[in-house]
């Protein structure tokens, strides 16, 4: 496969890149400046893949790059995203040129036979109870505002222009795992419990709103499902999470708990993504035959050697 992933720098896109086959030909799409992930490809000997520096939201470097690398290409995965919502909220303009501009961009310069594009299961927010793609959605976050509008604009190219021929619109609930940006909830427990044994903990808001993410190695290999089975014809859109109920709260001391301490927990301000809805996973396992395989204290145990690696911390596995 001919494949190009756009983010490839972030959290997810390093792993997709570790995770998806070898025998690949990647163009992965990072920011220009990014050293580190050049010295990421050359640690992991990545040699399938050609790292490609271009800011999406600028139209004439999108051109100019889409015609050195080639024009056409059997699928793009594409990671591109601001991943702050606080951000969002600061900075709309930002969050939307970043979401939706440089998608744009992405469809008008290049031909995709698939494109497989990372929405987000914020799309649902201001529901409650179980949801699905079918589900009427009107998200006020600006975040979700941004990703489902650039759900739409798939949905526009494909019809009006036949290019990408076909796209999988992923509603994406979340991972967590190595190269996760410190700011995320399970790096930073991972830090505070495993590594400075420290029982204190302050969640922001009351903590009884859903979280759900799966360990990244399980989502990789759904986007690897997803791209290898693309619909027939038109616009598929599917929902990626583990489907659990559970609350920050729940979540916080579970990982506590992995870690021999027993949490001393504070709530302070409002969560500004106040998840009181969830997914069915049966229904992507139908359509894939896809089921997580790490479990939460898995994951946290994970995480925690590669914390414990990567900064020379002491991760207590218990």
């Not at 972030?10 to 792993?15: D, L, M």
């Not at 922001?204 to 997803?226: C, F």
């Not at 583990?242 to 301000?269: D, K, S, Y």
């Amino acid at each position: 496969m001919r494949l190009i992933i756009t983010g490839a720098g972030g959290f997810v896109g390093r792993n997709a890149l570790l995770g998806l086959p070898r025998s690949w030909h990647i163009a992965a799409v990072h920011r220009p400046g990014d050293e580190a992930f050049r010295a990421f490809l050359r640690t992991h000997e990545l040699g399938h893949v050609v790292p490609v520096a271009c800011d999406l939201t600028d139209a004439a470097q999108v051109a100019q790059v889409a015609h050195d690398i080639g024009l056409e290409w059997d699928s793009c995965l594409y990671l591109a995203s601001n991943t702050s919502i606080p951000l969002s909220i600061e900075r709309p303009a930002f969050d939307l040129t970043t979401n939706t501009i440089g998608l744009l961009n992405t469809l008008e310069h290049w031909s995709f036979d698939h494109l497989v594009y990372l929405s987000s299961g914020a799309v649902y927010i201001g529901l409650s109870g179980l949801v699905g793609a079918e589900t009427p959605v009107a998200p006020t976050l600006p975040y979700a505002i941004s990703k489902l509008a650039s759900e739409q604009y798939i949905q526009a190219f494909v019809r009006h222009r036949g290019r990408p021929r076909r796209a999988t619109i992923v509603r994406f609930f979340g991972a967590f795992g190595p190269y996760e940006p410190p700011r995320k909830l399970y790096t930073k427990l991972v830090r505070r419990f495993a590594i400075e044994r420290n029982p204190a903990f302050t969640i922001i808001g009351d903590g009884e709103n859903y979280i759900d993410a799966m360990y990244v190695n399980d989502a990789v290999h759904a986007l690897h499902l997803i791209l290898e089975a693309p619909p027939d014809e038109g616009v598929r859109t599917v929902d990626l999470g583990v489907g659990a109920r559970e609350t920050v709260n729940e979540v916080v001391l579970r990982a506590a708990h992995v870690f021999g301490i027993e949490p001393q927990i504070e709530h302070t301000g409002d969560s500004p993504e106040y998840i009181t809805f969830a997914i069915d996973p049966s229904v992507f396992a139908r359509q894939y035959g896809f089921a997580p395989s790490v479990s939460l204290e898995e994951g946290f145990q994970r995480l925690a050697a590669h914390l414990q690696s990567a900064e020379g911390g002491t991760a207590c596995d218990k």
